[in-house]
Structure formats: structure tokens, C-alpha cells
């Protein structure tokens, strides 16, 4: 059966998009990764910033140097290999899971580090927030969407690792960002700031526990990345405030306490994620033709 006219041109359109996506992702990601370089060897840089409003939200900055290098080489790789993948499915993906988004999260980061190295924390904050929703969209996109084992056998540690894990990472990330730029927009009195701190120490935690539990009933979409970044950025919070030992001690026990609730839940349910994840590939194998493959 010939194809008609009009499915070439939706199949052009389609290739266009896809196109302009990759490059716009290459282009957007270099671009705010370029811009984190030079802000952190400007003078004043931004370590120095972040040194001069020291808050009681205030992570460590040995914890934050080590999680944003494994972030950025996870969206190195994803953003240089894995959105290249000529599988129907990873353009899917990257079409309609992640879209223009990645880019417009890209913008926004950009924006907020201009006005932080400025340090106007008040408009750096309405950057973040909107951040945090654009990246809550594209995650939410990829555990509803596209959770690994919906992918291909040869796809699935790829969109597991270097998808679902950057971008869980990046939520997490982004929840402490918006709390920490908040205290330094906001709060001034001393007493009043180690009351806030310890408050969203535990809504941060509490947001970290929902995820892990309700993941029970996910059906094996989701993973525990988003939990632990959480527990992550508690103890990061914890090392610097050290000195502040209630404020300290709590941010470590609910860190601690989110560790072993991920650990609980992956012994009790993970099963089920592994047994889907493996029947997946096996079904997938039987599938795949003889020749060619998934196009």
C-alpha cells in the first residue's frame, strides 16, 4: 500500500522536530554548563556568594561539588549518546516525554545563576520555582510515560540510568535549591531562621518519604533516585551545620531514616520491579525481528 502525501509530511515534520529537540538540548545544556564554570571562577564567584549568606539551609559544599559532577556527567552522556538512539521509542521519548522542556529548564537555570551571582535572591527564587515545575513535568512525564521496562531489552539501563536517574536527581536537587534560596531572600532574624530550617528540614524529608512509600503502588515505575537525593542533600545540610547540633542531629536522623526506608521498600517490593523488568526484556527479545530492528 502506497503511503499518502500526507503521512510523508508528518513523518518530515516529526524528523524536523526531533532534530531541532537534540540540538536544542546539546546547545542549552553547554551553554548553562559553561555558565556554572565561569560562575564558579568569577570573582566574586559563586562560592564565594554562597559563603557570604551562609543560611541555616546552607549545604555543604564538598557534597554539593560531588553531586553536581556525577549530575552533569549522567546529562553528559544523555544529552551527547542516549537522545541519539534511533529506537522509536527513545524518540518518543525525547519528543513528547522530555520535549522543549529540558531547554526551557536550561533557560531558567541560566536566569537563576544571573541573578544569584547578583545576588538578587528574591528574583533568583521566582527562577528556581519555576524550575522545579518544569522539571516535576518532565519527570512526571518519564515515570507515567516512559518508565524503563516499557523500553526495549537494549534500552532499558539506558533510560534507567541516564534518564530516569539524572532527572530524579535533578528534582531532588532543585527542592533543596528552592528552600535554600528562599532563606537567603527571606530570612533574616536568627532564631526564626533555625526554626524555619528545621520545619523544612522535615517537609523535605516528608516529600522524600511519600515518594518512597507511594511507589509501592507504582507498579514498578518508579525507583528510589528521588528519595535518596533527598536523603543526600539532608546530610549535606547536616555536615554544614554542625556547629548547630539540634538542626544538625535532626537533618542526619531523617536522612538516615529515608535511607532505610528505600532500603525496606526495595527488599519488600524490588522484586516485583526486577521480575517486571526481566520478563520485559525477555518479551522484548522474542519480539525483535529477525532483521533490522526497532526503527
Not at 524518540?91 to 516525554?97: A, E, F, H, S
Not at 530516569?164 to 528534582?171: A, I, K, Q, R, V
Not at 522474542?286 to 526497532?294: I, K, M, N, S
Amino acid at each position: 500500500m502506497p503511503v499518502s502525501p500526507e503521512t510523508i509530511r508528518e513523518e518530515r515534520a516529526v524528523s524536523g522536530k526531533l532534530k531541532l529537540l537534540r540540538a536544542a538540548n546539546v546547545v542549552s545544556f553547554l551553554f548553562v554548563f559553561l555558565a556554572n564554570v565561569i560562575g564558579l571562577t568569577y570573582d566574586p564567584s559563586s562560592t564565594d556568594i554562597h559563603k557570604k549568606h551562609m543560611t541555616y539551609f546552607s549545604p555543604s559544599l564538598i557534597f554539593v561539588g560531588i553531586f553536581w559532577f556525577l549530575l552533569s556527567v549522567l546529562f553528559f552522556i544523555f544529552v551527547f549518546w542516549v537522545q541519539f538512539s534511533n529506537y522509536s521509542s527513545m524518540k518518543r521519548l525525547v519528543t513528547q516525554g522530555i520535549g522543549g522542556l529540558f531547554v526551557l529548564s536550561n533557560i531558567l537555570t541560566s536566569g537563576w545563576l544571573v541573578f544569584w551571582m547578583l545576588e538578587k535572591f528574591v528574583i533568583s527564587e521566582f527562577f528556581i520555582i519555576l524550575n522545579l515545575l518544569v522539571i516535576s513535568t518532565i519527570h512526571h512525564n518519564l515515570v507515567v510515560q516512559f518508565p524503563p521496562f516499557s523500553f526495549p531489552s537494549s534500552q532499558v539501563s539506558k533510560v534507567a540510568y541516564f534518564v530516569h536517574t539524572p532527572f530524579s536527581m535533578y528534582l531532588g536537587v532543585t527542592w533543596l535549591d528552592v528552600f535554600h534560596n528562599g532563606f537567603m531572600a527571606f530570612t533574616t532574624n536568627k532564631e526564626t531562621g533555625k526554626v524555619l530550617a528545621m520545619i523544612s528540614a522535615w517537609f523535605l524529608a516528608i516529600i522524600g518519604f511519600a515518594w518512597c512509600i507511594t511507589g509501592i503502588f507504582s507498579g514498578g515505575r518508579r525507583d528510589g533516585v528521588f528519595s535518596a537525593t533527598i536523603a543526600w542533600c539532608l546530610i549535606s545540610i547536616a555536615v554544614n551545620q554542625r556547629d548547630e547540633t539540634s538542626l544538625s542531629v535532626q537533618c542526619a536522623a531523617l536522612a538516615i531514616a529515608q535511607l532505610i526506608a528505600i532500603i525496606v521498600v526495595w527488599i519488600r517490593y524490588g522484586g516485583r520491579f526486577a521480575d517486571s523488568l526481566r520478563s520485559t526484556r525477555n518479551a522484548s527479545r522474542e519480539q525483535r525481528p529477525l532483521l533490522g530492528g526497532e526503527g
